[in-house]
Every structure is written in C-alpha cells, then in structure tokens.
C-alpha cells in the first residue's frame, strides 16, 4: 500500500542554518505531495504542497519540489529562524488508490531551531 | 470564517465511559475527516464523509462512530472509552475528495486521556 517514510528527529539547527528534511514515498498512480506543520499546542496546517512530478511548492521560505524518479519530496529552507521550531509532516493523498480521499503521512519530524 | 473548530480541547475519561467529539466547519466543505495522532505515529484516519448522510471507515474505525447529518457538523463518538484510545483527535475538512490538490484544513485538536 502507499506510504511515507520521513527521517528520525528531533532536528536541532542553530538560527541561520540550513535545514534538509528527508521525505520518500511509496504510491501507485500519481498521488499529490503535502508538507504540512504543527505549531506546539495547534492543528496542522499545509505549508507547501505538489501535485505532479518536477512540480516545485514553496512558501515562507520553504520549498520541496516532486521527484517520481527518486520518490521524494525533501523540505529545505535556506535559513531557518527559531520561529521555525514545529513538528513538520510529509504527507500524499491517497487519489486513485483507496478513493477514500484520505492523507497519508509520515511519522513528523520534530525541528528545534536555538538562537 | 471560523475555520474548523473542535470542542473539547481536552478530556479525560474513566474506562467505559463513552462520549462524543465535536466538529463543525463554516466553509461549506464537501469531504469532512477525523483522525487520531500518536506519538512517532503520524496521523491515522478513523472515519470520513463525502457529504450529508454519507460516512465510511479509514484504517482505524473499531470503537469510534460518526454521522453526518448537516454539512457542517461531523461528531465523533467514542462508544465505550479504552485507554487505548488516549490520543489527540483532529478533524479536517477539504472542498472535495475527487481533487487531491485541494488542501484539508485541520481543527486544533481534542487532547483525550483514558485512565
């Protein structure tokens, strides 16, 4: 069946330090791409998304772009601020497998950025 | 717009009992979801409906029932509370199903405790 596989945490950078969280998936068809981040003590919420191969999301100085050929989905930010401090998610939507129009997601990665 | 909001934001409740988990989204969205999250987990669907009248099961449906009578509203009811089912529970709610790139917003979640 589909799935995520999201790399171990907690994450801890330094301000201003490059940030790389590894995303790989494993899905038939063609299913959409989603990061997602979870503030403490809040919901998730999306913060980039793809929804076909080479497709690049970013926003708020994140970005990952859709690779079929190695399935991934790797977030990066160039410089990440202490306000980045989150549990991020990677996430598919399982379109075309099950029809139940459900997110299927990874473990979350817990990023802890120190001044 | 509200968004999606979820009534308790906690409980705890004694094996056995049985109560029911508040969801009410005010965008007219189609496709309504719970899921429950647990540590090093992700998130895991538990029920969802296309519309008014209509639910199904996700991949953790045993001790959980839904319904959905307006568009609005989607309850979740724990039928006989198991410390198994000590979780944080999310709704989300999305356009439609039938278009996977249409991003699910998430409610702030209910932090439940079974003892």
């Known amino acids: 069946g589909n799935s995520v596989t999201q790399m171990e945490g907690p994450v801890t950078l330094s301000e201003e330090a490059f940030l790389t969280i590894n995303c790989t998936y494993t899905?038939?068809?063609?299913?959409?791409l989603f990061w997602y981040v979870q503030y403490p003590g809040e919901g998730l919420q999306l913060l980039l998304k793809a929804t076909k191969a080479d497709d690049k999301g970013s926003n708020k100085g994140f970005e990952a772009t859709y690779r079929k050929e190695t399935t991934s989905f790797h977030l990066e930010k160039g410089s990440v601020q202490v306000s980045d401090s989150a549990v991020y998610f990677c996430a598919l939507s399982d379109w075309g497998s099950s029809n139940t129009g459900k997110l299927i997601f990874g473990q979350g990665t817990t990023l802890q950025v120190k001044p | 717009n509200a968004g999606v909001t979820q009534t308790p934001k906690f409980q705890v409740l004694k094996t056995g009992q049985s109560m029911t988990l508040q969801c009410a989204q005010d965008?007219?969205?189609?496709?309504m979801s719970w899921y429950r999250q647990d540590p090093g987990m992700g998130l895991r669907l538990i029920h969802y409906s296309v519309g008014a009248g209509i639910t199904d099961q996700g991949e953790v449906p045993n001790g959980y029932n839904v319904s959905r009578s307006t568009t609005e509203d989607f309850p979740l009811r724990l039928l006989s509370a198991a410390p198994s089912q000590t979780s944080v529970y999310f709704c989300?709610?999305?356009?439609?199903?039938?278009?996977?790139?249409?991003?699910?917003?998430f409610g702030p979640g209910t932090r439940l405790t079974v003892t």
């Open positions: 965008m007219n969205h189609e496709y």
């Open positions: 899905a038939t068809g063609y299913p959409s």
């Open positions: 989300a709610s999305s356009y439609s199903r039938f278009a996977p790139s249409y991003e699910q917003y």
